[in-house]
């Protein structure tokens, strides 16, 4: 057997040295600006190698350099989705959609897989940024998120949780049978109640890779209080990471906004009140907000989601995109990034401004996601996330629905609006293992 030093040193000899990244110029008839709203016509992007080198109005196009016209397009940042689950789809057959059952049916490695491929489908909608929070299997979310780092794959940068920490039961009402061993739906969930046990929760989520924390703030009637909130936040913020509290009651929702919590997930115990404390003190709100549809919720529900959503912005709470999107339906032929687009119908149904639900989807989720020091707006020196569509979002925020090309990293996805992905497979990962 060779020495292994040997073949790796041999290997590396092999690569061109110093190998100029390839230069892409992007023409961009109409380049939008999310976060001001505003339009610019006649730019050019230049892209090198995995991030953006320069944007402006007719910058010289390298000798060189590949270029790519999407001068009868708008071209504007990647999309998030804020709260989703790539890694868990409960299903008609054979669960029922009962999604305590999909924990029984569908093992980890299973649900990685199920997350890599409603990855791509994501992708391919224009969303290039999710929070995956929760209902992961054994940290699927964060084996996903390593595999599109690394790259074996492409998807969406993932800003994975690991398993939701909460108290006794977590989000569950476990049988005694499947508790006491912890076999049956566990580690669906971290049982953290004592400090102890939540210091702890939060350092193995971080160890195995969580880049953000989400916990059950009153998943139980022994919910967690202000203080231990407090204490997750702050044990959590040694990580670098933020917190994603899911609430679910009035109660809840107080204990989440006085102790500071980044993000609330689910807006449906929100008060008018509790909205104003939030825009006060710039708490997100993932509202994941469904739609009423052939396939999926009800008329009431849609009522009462459209008239949260509508309070939460009057109020002015930082607002993402956020789906909790976690089901598919047989028969349905829409993609996961269809389905989750779909959400826009309860955006436009609460008369939310084209270009605020635009910033939603943008500048907000980069903000909630914790990544805009490094990617989302199209500045010089960000990785190059971006997508083109035919109409004007800004205008019609319909136009989001076409997505004619995406670009991850540089790296083409789809073009003519059509998945072009064979760039993003090759021969093994190009980022190195230890990439978490
Ligand atoms: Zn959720």
């Known amino acids: 057997m060779p020495n292994r030093l040997a073949v790796a040193s041999l290997l590396l000899a092999a ?45 010289a196009i390298p000798p060189g350099a590949t270029v790519i016209d999407l001068s009868k397009l708008s071209v504007l940042p990647g999309l998030v989705d804020a709260h989703t689950h790539m890694t868990l789809t409960y299903k008609d057959v054979p669960e029922h959609n009962v999604y305590y059952y999909t924990y029984v049916t569908d093992s980890t490695p299973l649900r990685a897989l ?32 390593m595999a599109i780092e690394q790259g074996w794959l492409p998807g969406p940068t993932v800003i994975p949780s690991g398993p939701m920490i909460g108290s006794t039961g977590g989000q569950f009402w476990p049988t005694p049978e499947m508790y006491k061993q912890h076999n049956i739906m566990y580690p669906e969930y971290i049982d953290a109640n004592s400090h102890d046990e939540i210091v702890r929760a939060v350092r193995e989520n971080m160890l195995f890779g969580a880049k953000t924390i989400k916990i059950c703030v009153d998943c139980k009637p022994w919910g967690y209080s202000v203080e231990d909130i407090k204490l997750v936040i702050s044990e959590a913020a040694k990580g670098g990471c933020k917190v994603e509290g899911h609430v679910q009651t009035t109660d809840g929702a107080q204990r989440a906004i006085d102790a500071g919590i980044y993000i609330i997930g689910h807006g449906t115990a929100l008060t008018p009140e509790q909205h104003r404390q939030m825009a006060e003190k710039g708490i997100f709100l993932a509202g994941t907000d469904s739609p009423f549809t052939p396939y999926y919720g009800s008329e009431e529900g849609f009522k009462k989601n459209v008239a949260q959503l509508k309070d939460a912005w009057e109020k002015k709470v930082p607002l993402t995109f956020s789906t909790d999107m976690d089901y598919y339906k ?48 199209i500045k010089p020196g960000l990785y190059a996330d971006l997508i083109a569509v035919s109409g004007n979002p800004l205008e019609d925020i319909d136009a989001l629905r076409e997505v004619q090309f995406v670009m991850k990293n540089g790296t083409v996805f789809r073009r003519d609006g059509v998945m072009t992905p064979e760039k993003f497979f090759h021969a093994g990962p190009v980022k190195g293992w230890r990439t978490r």
């Open 15 to 59: 690569l061109p040295a110093a190998a100029a990244a390839q230069i892409t110029a992007i023409r961009a008839g109409r380049l939008i600006d999310p976060e001001q709203g505003t339009v610019a016509t006649n730019q050019v992007i230049l892209v090198e190698g995995e991030k953006i080198k320069d944007v402006g109005p007719g910058l």
């Open 114 to 145: 199920q997350g890599a491929s409603n990855g791509m489908q994501l992708l391919n909608s224009g969303f290039t940024v999710v929070r995956d929070v929760g209902n992961n299997g054994l940290y699927a979310d964060v084996a996903l998120r």
């Open 330 to 377: 047989t028969g349905n032929q829409m993609t996961r990034g269809e389905l989750t687009i779909n959400f826009l119908l309860t955006w436009k149904a609460a008369g939310i401004p084209a270009p605020e639900t635009l910033k939603a989807m943008t500048i907000n989720g980069y903000r909630a996601a914790d990544v805009i020091r490094e990617r989302g707006p």
